[in-house]
């Protein structure tokens, strides 16, 4: 699997999430096999007036090759966010035309693209032709079940100059909800010439195995399922490369990488805000354990790194 001269050691990729998939959850994911990871979504026109908060969103680390992922619908602005980007050294721009939420989809950006094919031509064309290193499009279904287009659009990218795309298998409408349509994304793989990567219910080896077989797709593009779960690339990469099927962690090891997890955020942001994302990542790190809802309330008050790691030794010794 590459894209254009860039090479990746598998084909399990971190996908791009907002307010999870940062510069701490991207090194996290990559040292359990992540072959490659998107930084979080960074407005267009708030990079290009030099927005602070865009320049740390888009801070990359040891997570290499890591793609940087703007959203906008004005071409030319775009085009200049593409450029800034390239400052903070990323191997790939990737453009977003899949994010579902309100915010971005109802003032032009993010899965609205979907609804103007012209303007997501131009708007991929003035990326291209502004950088020399490779420009992806993240895709979905379509904006709804009457408005499927994802094959139209994988192959206007794709002539304004992309050289991959990834396709979530369901429309704007449904957000996460329903099941994925492996059949649009296998459509999209026959259309074009470009890699295909598919998104959309990887959670564990067999769901992987299951979008391979089902769409043919060049990659997949694991995201909600790695959330407290950052072995699963692990997992499928022994099971698709090796036909092995590694044993699920146990409560020590859990708790280990999210205090782990936890620590990479603190040296990246500071423990204030630390701790309040922390809330979010240990509902999942502690998910399905015995008083998992008593556990998440408790840690909804924590505000030192230190409560955090009593907690997690109290956890391991009761249930470890």
């Given at each position: 699997?590459?894209?254009?001269?860039?090479?990746?050691?598998?084909?399990?990729?971190?996908?791009?999430?907002?307010?999870?998939?940062?510069?701490?959850?991207?090194?996290?994911?990559?040292?359990?096999?992540?072959?490659?990871?998107?930084?979080?979504?960074?407005?267009?026109?708030?990079?290009?007036?030099?927005?602070?908060?865009?320049?740390?969103?888009?801070?990359?680390?040891?997570?290499?090759?890591?793609?940087?992922?703007?959203?906008?619908?004005?071409?030319?602005?775009?085009?200049?966010?593409?450029?800034?980007?390239?400052?903070?050294?990323p191997e790939i721009i990737d453009i977003n035309m899949g994010c579902p939420a309100p915010k971005v989809a109802m003032n032009g950006g993010g899965a609205s693209l979907m609804k103007r094919p012209e303007v997501a031509y131009e708007v991929?064309?003035?990326?291209?032709?502004?950088?020399?290193?490779?420009?992806?499009?993240?895709?979905?279904?379509?904006?709804?079940?009457?408005?499927?287009?994802?094959?139209?659009?994988?192959?206007?990218?794709?002539?304004?100059?992309?050289?991959?795309?990834?396709?979530?298998?369901?429309?704007?409408?449904?957000?996460?909800?329903?099941?994925?349509?492996?059949?649009?994304?296998?459509?999209?793989?026959?259309?074009?010439?470009?890699?295909?990567?598919?998104?959309?219910?990887?959670?564990?080896?067999?769901?992987?195995?299951?979008?391979?077989?089902?769409?043919?797709?060049?990659?997949?593009?694991?995201?909600?399922?790695?959330?407290?779960?950052?072995?699963?690339?692990?997992?499928?990469?022994?099971?698709?490369?090796?036909?092995?099927?590694?044993?699920?962690?146990?409560?020590?090891?859990?708790?280990?990488?999210?205090?782990?997890?936890?620590?990479?955020?603190?040296?990246?942001?500071?423990?204030?805000?630390?701790?309040?994302?922390?809330?979010?990542?240990?509902?999942?790190?502690?998910?399905?354990?015995?008083?998992?809802?008593?556990?998440?309330?408790?840690?909804?008050?924590?505000?030192?790194?230190?409560?955090?790691?009593?907690?997690?030794?109290?956890?391991?010794?009761?249930?470890?």
């Amino acid at each position: 699997m590459q894209i254009k001269d860039i090479k990746f050691e598998n084909i399990s990729f971190l996908a791009p999430m907002a307010g999870i998939a940062d510069r701490a959850f991207r090194e996290l994911c990559v040292n359990y096999g992540a072959a490659y990871t998107v930084t979080e979504m960074v407005s267009s026109k708030g990079l290009t007036m030099g927005d602070r908060k865009s320049g740390e969103l888009l801070t990359i680390g040891s997570e290499h090759p890591t793609g940087a992922q703007i959203f906008g619908d004005e071409p030319e602005i775009m085009a200049a966010a593409a450029v800034k980007c390239l400052e903070y050294k990323p191997e790939i721009i990737d453009i977003n035309m899949g994010c579902p939420a309100p915010k971005v989809a109802m003032n032009g950006g993010g899965a609205s693209l979907m609804k103007r094919p012209e303007v997501a031509y131009e708007v991929v064309k003035a990326v291209c032709d502004a950088v020399e290193i490779p420009v992806t499009v993240k895709i979905r279904k379509g904006w709804d079940d009457e408005s499927v287009n994802a094959v139209e659009i994988a192959e206007l990218c794709e002539k304004a100059g992309a050289s991959a795309t990834a396709v979530h298998g369901r429309t704007r409408v449904q957000m996460y909800s329903g099941e994925v349509d492996y059949g649009i994304i296998k459509s999209v793989k026959d259309a074009v010439g470009i890699p295909v990567i598919g998104n959309g219910d990887i959670t564990d080896e067999q769901s992987a195995a299951i979008m391979l077989e089902k769409t043919n797709c060049d990659a997949i593009m694991i995201g909600r399922g790695a959330l407290g779960n950052p072995w699963v690339f692990a997992k499928i990469n022994a099971y698709l490369n090796e036909c092995r099927v590694l044993p699920d962690p146990g409560v020590t090891e859990k708790m280990t990488v999210m205090l782990k997890h936890i620590q990479k955020i603190i040296d990246y942001k500071g423990e204030y805000t630390a701790m309040r994302e922390a809330r979010h990542h240990a509902g999942y790190y502690t998910k399905g354990m015995r008083g998992g809802a008593a556990l998440r309330k408790e840690i909804c008050s924590f505000e030192h790194f230190e409560q955090l790691e009593e907690l997690a030794f109290k956890i391991v010794k009761e249930q470890g």
